[in-house]
T-cell receptor
């Protein structure tokens, strides 16, 4: 069990560029979550996958954000036409789904995005 | 909607002092409640949880009791250590998502 990993750990981009983040959940975890955390705040839910199906999506998630989990393993989060307000830490979490909700969510280290 | 309110920090204590961090919530349905901790330079870690009213979660000397009548889940520890210095987040789980409070920074001085 190597934990949830995220790549890259840091990303600096210019306004208007597209960025993509990757999350590798704990092996065999079938639930995967994305959250966003701005400085001094708690994480905010963005979206949730069970296997490859995206089952929940926050109203906070604008059309510029898209997430995929094509084979029910790793996931990507893409932000198109980045804005300075997108600067935040993007967190990924996974859970086994075996015990039924609310099974424990294990968080990755996050990807810190800075939009200049 | 769902929301979590926790006391603002920073909370500064001397080693071996008693700790209470208040957390109250508003939720539709029957949430489960969590405390997560974020140590400096590290990711979020689950500290403890409670899944139904009157349940007590405990771990590493920390405790919290799910109080439905007061919609609260206050975190307590009898004797804090310098190593407990971190940011603590209260959260509720309902409808397939965690809703977090704003976090409380705890600083413990030797």
């Amino acid at each position: 069990d190597t934990g949830v990993s995220q790549d890259p750990r840091h990303k600096i981009t210019k306004r208007g560029q597209n960025v993509t983040f990757r999350c590798d959940p704990i092996s065999e975890h079938n639930r995967l979550y994305w959250y966003r955390q701005t400085l001094g705040q708690g994480p905010e839910f963005l979206t949730y996958f069970q296997n490859e199906a995206q089952l929940e999506k926050s109203r906070l998630l604008s059309d510029r954000f898209s997430a995929e989990r094509p084979k029910g393993s790793f996931s990507t989060l893409e932000i198109q036409r980045t804005e300075q307000g997108d600067s935040a830490m993007y967190l990924c979490a996974s859970s086994s789904g075996l015990a039924g909700p609310p099974d424990t969510q294990y968080f990755g280290p996050g990807t810190r995005l800075t939009v200049l | 909607g769902n929301s979590v309110t926790q006391m603002e920090g920073p909370v500064t204590l001397s080693e071996e002092a008693f700790l209470t961090i208040n957390c109250t919530y508003t939720a539709t349905g029957y949430p489960s409640l969590f405390w997560y901790v974020q140590y400096p330079g590290e990711g979020l870690q689950l500290l403890l949880k409670a899944t139904k009213a009157d349940d007590k979660g405990s771990n590493k000397g920390f405790e919290a009791t799910y109080r439905k009548e007061t919609t609260s889940f206050h975190l307590e520890k009898g004797s804090v250590q310098v190593s407990d210095s971190a940011v603590y987040f209260c959260a509720l789980f309902v409808s397939n998502m965690l809703t977090f409070g704003g976090g409380t920074r705890l600083m413990v001085k030797p």
